[in-house]
């Protein structure tokens, strides 16, 4: 009698305590909020995924992917940034470009980060964490002026370039192909592209030559 009494109570607790969230047990448009739970897998570990690689070649490719993923989140931002604030007789044309420019490094943003997820491991996820790992020279909140940015973003683009060759090197070593491809064929090549059109603006060129004029 007793036992019975004990989880006739404990019922009621719950019925008792289900209402008070809005859970009845009936169908209810009630969101669910303040939901918590534990970190199913931390930052730097690795989970088993039958690729056919090692855990260590899996692990020093997704170390040094994230490296370059933090540094592309940071250089996405400052494409942003130096697209919102250009200005004088440039503005249109490198307003346009910078966008352009951080769109594409948008897409390597999230095909890097689906490589290290495919890897077993945790892409680094958050601005605030890539604003940690980044070997990108942080920018001052103000503006600055066009040449500055430019250089700016140069430096940039070259401390990504110099991370992602280290990267080929030793993906190519440990015979992690996917990731050597992304480098190779994505980043690097990206990433050059946009160099070169960045440099070409820090040429100084006269539109007439008046020398040859009449």
């Given at each position: 009698m007793a036992t019975t009494t004990r989880a006739s109570g404990r019922a009621a607790s719950r019925t008792s305590s289900s209402t008070a969230n809005g859970r009845t047990g009936k169908p209810s448009p009630q969101p669910h909020l303040d939901q918590q739970g534990?970190?199913?897998?931390?930052?730097?570990?690795?989970?088993?995924?039958?690729?056919?690689?090692?855990?260590?070649?899996?692990g020093e490719s997704a170390q040094l992917l994230n490296?370059?993923?933090?540094?592309?989140?940071?250089?996405?931002?400052?494409?942003?940034?130096?697209?919102?604030?250009?200005?004088g007789p440039t503005f249109y044309q490198l307003h346009l470009l910078f966008d352009k420019h951080a769109e594409e490094q948008l897409e390597l943003v999230?095909?890097?980060?689906?490589?290290?997820?495919t890897l077993g491991a945790i892409s680094v996820g958050d601005p605030r964490h890539a604003a940690e790992l980044t070997s990108i020279e942080r920018p001052p909140n103000g503006s600055e002026d066009v040449p500055a940015m430019l250089s700016r973003l140069l430096d940039a683009h070259e401390t990504i370039i110099e991370?992602?060759?280290?990267?080929?090197?030793?993906?190519?070593?440990?015979?992690?192909?996917?990731?050597?491809?992304?480098?190779?064929?994505?980043?690097?090549?990206?990433?050059?592209?946009?160099?070169?059109?960045?440099?070409?603006?820090?040429?100084?060129?006269?539109?007439?030559?008046?020398?040859?004029?009449r």
């Open positions: 534990p970190e199913v897998q931390r930052f730097g570990t690795l989970r088993q995924l039958p690729i056919a690689l090692s855990a260590q070649a899996r490296r370059i993923l933090a540094d592309t989140t940071v250089l996405y931002a400052l494409y942003k940034k130096h697209h919102w604030n250009v200005a999230d095909l890097i980060a689906e490589r290290v997820q991370a992602v060759r280290d990267g080929i090197e030793k993906t190519e070593k440990n015979r992690d192909w996917g990731s050597n491809d992304i480098l190779m064929s994505d980043v690097l090549r990206r990433n050059e592209l946009q160099v070169w059109f960045l440099s070409e603006h820090l040429v100084e060129v006269p539109l007439v030559d008046e020398r040859n004029g």
